[in-house]
């Protein structure tokens, strides 16, 4: 296997500074590429482990930066502030990931195809992202902090779109599942939800703990099944020969 490298690059939106990762192997021919939207801990060990997957599957792949600067959270207790915040800047999200697609496209000469992929907190800004009217190849969310459109948001999305849920997510309970799926339907999007029975919000968090009882448990089967449907969504939607 061949080594992953990782570099830092800098983008930019408005006044503000972002830093995002890019991975791939030194003879690397990518065959997609993927902007991934870690969860709240940002650009941490599980956001480089679900974008090292992807490269091996022949991606190239990004991880934005959630906050700016390449600031990425540590500490438990700053989860309700950092969420917070970022559902309060949710046309801000969509602006600061326009840009790192944007970047992504520069440097891939527009001649790949790609995905958007959102993980819990991230995937709330993958979502609206493709709102906006977003022109990429795919959207996809997992285990995520669901939330329907704002009042200011479209419901159309231009692109597919894969959802990927625990039907024991507290964070996102099957009641705004729900009403997300009927939004969906009412837009005339073109989506598939796939749910997972007795899994809990980010299930493939291995620091999540096996505690049914806490709002983050890690499911390693859900997980495993997640990973291989976001694989198959990606080289169902890519253009060019199979991976």
């Known amino acids: 296997?061949?080594?992953?490298?990782?570099?830092?690059?800098k983008?930019?939106?408005?006044d503000k500074q972002f830093i995002k990762l890019l991975l791939g192997t030194k003879d690397l021919v990518a065959k997609a590429a993927v902007v991934l939207l870690?969860?709240?801990r940002g650009q941490s060990d599980l956001a480089r482990e679900h974008a090292r997957y992807f490269v091996q599957q022949g991606c190239l792949v990004v991880i934005a930066d959630l906050y700016g600067d390449g600031y990425s959270p540590s500490d438990p207790s700053q989860v309700k502030t950092m969420v917070k915040g970022l559902l309060d800047h949710r046309s801000?999200?969509?602006?600061?990931?326009?840009a790192c697609v944007k970047a992504m496209k520069m440097r891939t000469?527009?001649?790949l195809s790609i995905f958007c992929l959102g993980y819990s907190a991230g995937?709330?800004?993958v979502l609206d992202y493709g709102r906006s009217g977003a022109t990429v190849a795919g959207i996809i969310v997992c285990s995520r902090l669901l939330k329907t459109a704002g009042p200011d948001m479209h419901t159309r999305i231009m692109a597919p779109v894969l959802l990927l849920q625990g039907t024991q997510d507290v964070v996102s309970p099957?009641?705004?599942?729900?009403?997300?799926?009927?939004?969906?339907?009412?837009?005339g999007n073109n989506f598939r939800l796939e749910l997972y029975g007795q899994t809990h919000h980010e299930f493939d968090n291995k620091d999540a703990g096996t505690d049914p009882s806490a709002h983050l448990v890690c499911s390693p089967h859900a997980a495993r099944h997640a990973r291989q449907a976001?694989?198959?969504?990606?080289?169902e939607h890519r253009e060019g020969p199979s991976i």
């Open 92 to 98: 801000e999200g969509i602006k600061a990931l326009d």
């Open 11 to 14: 983008y930019q939106e408005g």
């Open 38 to 40: 870690p969860d709240w």
């Open 109 to 111: 000469g527009g001649e």
């Open 230 to 235: 976001i694989a198959d969504f990606i080289l």
């Open 123 to 125: 995937g709330m800004f």
């Open 1 to 9: 296997m061949q080594q992953i490298s990782e570099t830092s690059l």
């Open 174 to 187: 099957m009641n705004v599942v729900a009403a997300l799926i009927q939004e969906m339907d009412e837009a």
